[in-house]
């Protein structure tokens, strides 16, 4: 079989429409190629949903393109432009790494980007070399997979290539590049871009592209871009109280790092929280807290407000008017994210209807997690499994009165116990991807064994099963003197 007609039976079906938008949110940009190209990760059940070949792309043909060697027909490589606010400061950024192969279009007639991350250098690298190591990029599949099986709207991963080149950070470390699938990576930090070096015209054609690609339905409201305002809180508000949910704590909210699709993006330093507290950081540069647990809602919506401010000269003419337009959006904020967190909490602890009370018996259970050093996701678990004794407020008489609290709500519900059980079962997870779990899963396979991070990869693809054989991944880390540390996937 010929090279191109190899390259045909892939499935690669590509309609660019980031394109066609104004020149300036983009550089053309092929990816630079590697010395030897091999795949590490494929993700073969995506490959099938995005209408792609997983035989083909397993071949070293696929591996050349995950690479950025050969460009699949009917690509159209590009790195995007955008700006955002690290860590309250603005910044001019940009695909310093990643070049977007283009858009796929699946059997479902569906639209995802291809992305490379890990490229190469672009016009946006500033001092960096474009390059990326395999042990962050194996991260972002392992969580962004799990993320995905846990009902969290998130960017995926579709292949994990090494490039038989070393790159230098701390030491020298085996070079990467990643296959990221997105809705799209339209991103605050696109329009912070576009409202700060772009026109107006350019920044209106950006909403009006968004509004097609992501929220149809705006040509029949009186004011689309206020539509557009709110349709983008609304998705942040359900997805940071899933994250809250299920404790996981991302590490780097910046502007650049909140995609207006509504997905998780960026897995850099980011990870689960084990013991519950709220004040939990993992990344090693948030040295104040910025971004810790407690803090994302608000982190979320003050990145909100930046996106908002980009839109004030669409909103309305009169600039005073626009800024009570989009403060009266903000503000409605605070109401979904509190309503989809306590509608997910209800889930959790086997609650189908609402009464007024349930948020103190949320804020009861929490305050005793907090108090007795309990591990977030386990707790749940054993609540699930009605083993209240696996939990270390076991036997205090705080503990006990909470649970006839509870008993007394169930009471106060027409389901059944089995129908609360239930609801719970599907709400708790048994297992997340642990952060002893993941670093032992990374460490094996940069010496080159790969089935750690397999076993791992196939247990956490159904979270929800609690089968016996996921019992050794609920299992809690060794004590260590050390608080466990997340670094920037550079």
């Not at 089995?418 to 670093?439: F, T, Y």
Request: proline content about 6%.
């Amino acid at each position: 079989m010929t090279e191109k007609k190899r390259m045909q039976d892939t499935g690669w079906n590509f309609d660019n429409s980031y394109t066609r938008l104004p020149q300036s949110l983009y550089s053309w940009q092929n990816p630079n190629p590697v010395q030897e190209p091999k795949l590490v990760a494929l993700n073969r059940p995506l490959a099938t949903a995005l209408g792609l070949n997983p035989q083909v792309l397993q071949s070293q043909e696929g591996a050349e393109v995950f690479a950025g060697n050969q460009i699949p027909d009917g690509a159209e490589p590009l790195a995007q432009a955008y700006a955002g606010h690290q860590f309250g400061h603005f910044t001019m950024l940009g695909d310093g790494r990643a070049v977007l192969l283009g858009e796929q279009i699946t059997p479902l007639g569906e639209r995802f980007d291809i992305q490379l991350k890990g490229a190469g250098r672009t016009p946006y690298s500033r001092r960096g070399d474009g390059r990326a190591a395999l042990g962050p990029m194996l991260r972002e599949y392992i969580i962004s997979e799990a993320m995905h099986a846990l009902g969290i709207p998130t960017t995926r991963s579709l292949a994990v290539v090494t490039t038989g080149e070393s790159i230098i950070r701390e030491r020298y470390l085996p070079g990467a590049v990643l296959t990221r699938v997105a809705a799209s990576h339209i991103r605050v930090g696109t329009f912070q871009f576009a409202a700060k070096w772009g026109t107006l015209e350019d920044l209106q054609t950006l909403a009006d592209y968004t509004l097609q690609r992501h929220f149809p339905g705006a040509d029949e409201e009186e004011n689309r871009y206020l539509f557009l305002l709110k349709e983008v809180i609304k998705r942040q508000a359900a997805l940071i109280a899933k994250w809250q949910l299920v404790g996981f704590i991302h590490g780097v909210m910046n502007t650049d790092n909140m995609a207006l699709s509504g997905e998780t993006i960026d897995y850099g330093p980011c990870a689960f929280m084990d013991t519950f507290d709220p004040a939990t950081v993992f990344s090693s540069i948030d040295e104040q807290g910025r971004y810790a647990y407690a803090n994302q809602p608000y982190i979320a919506v003050w990145n909100l407000a930046r996106f908002a401010e980009t839109l004030l000269p669409l909103l309305y003419k009169d600039p005073e008017q626009a800024v009570k337009l989009a403060e009266a959006a903000l503000a409605d904020f605070s109401k979904q994210y509190s309503g989809e967190w306590l509608a997910g909490m209800r889930g959790k602890l086997g609650i189908f209807n609402e009464e007024e009370q349930d948020g103190s018996l949320v804020e009861g259970l929490l305050r005793l997690m907090e108090q007795h050093q309990a591990d977030y996701t386990n707790t749940f678990r054993a609540l699930t499994l009605e083993k209240p004794e696996d939990t270390p407020m076991f036997g205090t008489q705080e503990f006990s009165e909470w649970l006839k609290l509870w008993q007394a709500r169930w009471d106060r519900q027409p389901q059944s116990k089995a129908d609360s059980l239930q609801r719970m079962k599907s709400s708790n997870p048994a297992i997340i991807p642990r952060n002893h779990r993941v670093e032992e899963a990374l460490e094996a396979a940069v010496e080159g064994d790969i089935s750690v991070m397999e076993r791992l990869l196939d247990a956490l693809s159904n979270p929800f099963a609690y089968a016996p054989e996921q019992d050794e991944y609920a299992a809690l880390p060794a004590p260590s003197t050390y608080p466990y540390q997340t670094f920037c996937g550079t």
